[in-house]
């Protein structure tokens, strides 16, 4: 194979960072963009100098396809999901995985059963810091994790934080802080969640959240999340700390950072970048140092579900029970 050639699906915001790292990419090429509106498949598809298309079914019948990129709003996935798997490529695909755990478990039995695989954009999980982290925490035990996301919704009017549609914070976005917490502690059996409109109107979802969870080897969690902060500031967004004996691990923006200061030095390690992680498995076919599966990013999905499903019910819940084992 000499470039890897890939599809873009949804042609929206978030696609425009993916086409803008996959063009500068050496061993990666964009051969051609689909988006259901067709003012953004075009002014990508010109952008790039690539055909467009407003059915991706129609860029899947290309025969020049390694592999996709999905870049479609929450509530879209599924049957684009399907198709591509029915096509036969290994996928890129953005966070959270779907708006219903019905849609991600087929789509996972979908990839099982093709044998392919697929990366989620979990890019936080390549970070330095974070792979610092993980490391750092490997052998130690955890008394508590505090996350946080604070931010403001730059995006009121659209899917974003339609309840419908997104499943709101939680589910659309700090679905990146929910899965830190996983990665870096591991999985989340039990949360109680409450969650209340406070402050931004004209929106469908709750502007402020709080989440007790409880890992599986027993450490405590908290996670508090809201739209209410200043939409200039994004310093408050994913932020964990994590309590162990006698220090603190800091994770943000900035990297990791073991307090008090000196305590004790974090690891070397490696890096890659997840396009370059994503581009390297298509190539090998094999996807060794892509950083979670797709059932990995379904079970970070079931846990901002159960939160949500905590919230309405007024009680606390266990994962499994909530989204169904
Ligand atoms: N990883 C991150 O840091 C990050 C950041 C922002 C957004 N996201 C995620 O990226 C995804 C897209 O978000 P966005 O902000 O770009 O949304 P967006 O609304 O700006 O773009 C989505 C695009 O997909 C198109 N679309 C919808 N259904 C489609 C279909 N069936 N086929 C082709 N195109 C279709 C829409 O017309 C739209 O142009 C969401 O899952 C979001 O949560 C991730």
Known sequence: ????????????????????????????????????????????????GVPFYTDHRELLRRDDLDAAVL????????????????????????????????????????????????????????????RQAKAFLQGRTVSVVEGHYWCATSHVGAWHND?????????EQATHTVDLMRHLVGDITEVYSRQASRIVKGITSPDSYTVSVRFADGALGALTTSWAHDAGDWSHANILHVVLDGCLLRVDGRGAHVLPEGKAALPEVPVVGIYDAFVDGVRSGKPSQVLGTYDDAVATLAVSLAANESARTGRPVVVADAVGA
């Open 71 to 130: 870049s479609v709003p929450v509530f879209a996935h599924g049957q684009v999901d399907l198709d591509v798997i029915g096509r036969g490529l290994p996928f890129l695909v953005e966070k959270p995985v779907a708006r219903q755990m019905a849609t991600a478990r087929q789509i996972a039995a979908a990839l099982r059963g093709a044998g392919l695989w697929a990366a989620v954009g979990y890019q936080l999980r390549y970070e330095p810091g974070v």
């Open 1 to 48: 194979m000499s470039k890897v050639r890939i599809g873009v699906i949804g042609c929206g915001g978030r696609a425009r960072s993916h086409m803008d790292a996959l063009r500068r990419h050496e061993d990666a090429e964009i051969v051609a963009v689909a988006d259901v509106l067709e003012p953004a498949a075009r002014a990508a598809g010109e952008r790039l």
């Open 163 to 171: 309840w419908e549609r997104s499943g709101g914070q939680l589910v």
